[in-house]
């Protein structure tokens, strides 16, 4: 007998009440619903269920069991869980969006094998890390590492999306940052790293340029604000352009975007960690 499919059986009876609305639940149909129900009965030599016209009530018996058989069901889903995560990828990396997706390609390539990347803010990748849920994360720097083991600070060049039609996008060359006074900039949300995010805006300030924010989770949603106009952006990613959009270098001094890779105690395959290093590395400013 197929004990764990008959106790399915049981608890959709108990919780519903009712034959025909359990059989429904669990998309079979009603006699061989019965039927495993009473297999279930012989094999454990009690009755669980009080069968009438009105529907199916637990007796004495089924309500005494009907949490034992939750906690195996709910088990043997821990158990396929536990699987599962050992079928998967052996190393679960993850990635702020800001990250450009050449370099989360070039991370992939040079582990040995396969990594599960997983995209998503610094505060999320941290959280996640200080759980567990992943072995070595990409985040924005500064950030509030805790307890956790980084490596070095990564600087990698930015370039200025500008709205085609703006004053500063017309004239080539570099942009001085005042000259963009009144557009604000698209950029993640605090939440995502509230560090960074504020010595972002202090910088551009000390540069002469005072400005408020758009929220734009990631570099696409940054492209459409600066597309249609509504904002300037700062981006990582050499490739990212579209329509209407030009692309700019920053005078004077550049503002490189700052990542730092982070991990948990002692952390991932060393060999696996050093493959991250070494793709930001190839990207940073020289």
């Keep these: ?148 083991q980084s490596g070095p600070v990564h600087r990698l060049p930015t370039a200025l999306l500008l709205p085609g039609n703006h004053p500063a996008a017309v004239a080539p060359g570099p942009v001085i940052l005042r000259s963009l006074r009144g557009l604000p900039l698209a950029a993640p949300p605090r939440a995502h790293g509230s560090a960074a995010h504020d010595l972002l805006l202090d910088t551009l300030e000390q540069r002469g340029l005072v400005t408020t924010t758009v929220s734009a989770p990631d570099d696409r949603a940054a492209l459409v604000l600066v597309a249609t106009g509504r904002a300037f952006a700062l981006t990582a990613d050499p490739d990212l352009g579209a329509p209407g959009v030009v692309r700019r270098t920053v005078a004077g001094e550049p503002l490189p975007l700052r990542l730092r890779v982070a991990w948990r105690g002692a952390g991932p395959d060393p060999a696996v960690r050093d493959a991250v290093l070494d793709a930001l590395d190839h990207e940073q400013v020289p």
């Excluded at 399915?8 to 061989?32: D, K, N, S, Y």
């Excluded at 529907?55 to 906690?71: I, K, Q, S, T």
């Excluded at 390539?109 to 990594?115: G, I, L, Y």
């Design 1 to 148: 007998m197929d004990l764990l499919r008959h106790l399915e059986f049981f608890v959709a009876i108990a919780e519903e009440e009712h034959f025909g609305h359990a059989a429904a639940r669990l998309g079979i149909a009603q006699p061989p619903l019965s039927q495993g129900l009473q297999r279930l009965e012989r094999a454990l030599g009690v009755v669980l269920v009080d069968r009438s016209s009105r529907g199916a009530r637990l007796n004495a018996a089924g309500r005494d069991l009907l949490p034992r058989a939750r906690d195996l069901l709910e088990g043997a889903e821990d158990l396929r869980r536990a699987a599962s995560a050992h079928g998967a990828a052996s190393v679960r990396i993850g990635a702020v969006p800001q990250l450009p997706i050449r370099t989360v390609a070039a991370i992939a390539t040079a582990c040995s094998d396969p990594p599960e990347v997983v995209t998503t803010s610094s505060t999320e990748l941290l959280d996640a890390l200080s759980a567990g849920r992943l072995d070595l994360a990409v985040v924005v720097h500064p950030a509030l590492l805790g307890t956790l």
